[in-house]
């Protein structure tokens, strides 16, 4: 498969075990924050997302929390599975009207899940 | 079903042989855009299009051209490209800012290395 990145941060996880994945932006006049999840050799697949008037935002063993005073973005995975092995990515929106819908990301971080 | 298609998958150039990447999308979507990802710099955007005949330069346009003729295509052109244009590169379409579901659907990537 392809490779995403080399030089990547790493979390190793044991399966069974939660996981967090953190992110920081810059832009303050971001609305709109998503988690996108890479496997190997594919492209970026949409997690969850969330909207700046929001704290917190749960999906299917997935939860999201944002905290705009310090610009800080987590991912929260629940029981950690094999399948969750993949570089995760934050993405920021700011401005939708004057640049649509233009994402700024993250640099990734790597999940390796430990059986 | 419902996609984003890039051809080709692999694509091994020469300096200065033009090339074209072609990004097909069956969603209606109105906003398209194109992502190159190299290791440790994550995503970063070359072009994007907010609808028919409308284009943009994102943050690394040099060295790239593109077009929106139609809605469900958006071909990135490389007139002459260089070897540091060997990269992994992703196109993603999405509906416009305005509408429900701001995230972006990713093409599976387009490996170009020129030599």
């Known amino acids: 498969g392809e490779s995403v990145g080399l030089h990547l941060p790493t979390l190793s996880v044991q399966e069974g075990d939660n996981s967090i994945i953190n992110c920081a932006y810059s832009n303050s006049a971001s609305d709109y924050f998503i988690w996108y999840k890479q496997e190997s050799g594919k492209g970026p697949q949409f997690i969850i997302d969330?909207?700046?008037?929001?704290d917190k935002r749960q999906g299917q063993r997935v939860t999201v929390l944002l905290n705009k005073t310090v610009k800080h973005l987590s991912l929260q995975i629940a029981a950690t599975q094999p399948g969750d092995s993949a570089v995760y990515f934050c993405a920021e929106n700011a401005n939708i009207k004057a640049a649509g819908n233009k994402l700024t990301f993250g640099g990734g971080t790597r999940v390796l899940v430990k059986p | 079903e419902a996609q984003v298609t890039q051809n080709p998958r692999y694509l091994i150039t020469v300096t200065g042989k033009k090339l074209t990447v072609t990004c097909s999308q069956n969603m209606n979507h109105e906003y398209m855009s194109w992502y190159r990802q190299d290791p440790g710099l994550g995503l970063r955007q070359i072009y994007y299009?907010?609808?028919?005949?409308?284009?943009d330069k994102g943050d690394v346009p040099e060295g790239y051209k593109v077009s929106r003729k139609e809605k469900r295509n958006f071909p990135l052109i490389l007139e002459s490209p260089s070897p540091n244009q060997t990269s992994l590169y992703f196109c993603a379409s999405s509906y416009r800012g305005d509408r429900a579901g701001y995230g972006y659907t990713f093409g599976s990537g387009t490996r170009l290395t020129v030599v």
């Open positions: 299009s907010m609808n028919v005949e409308v284009t």
């Open positions: 969330i909207r700046s008037n929001m």
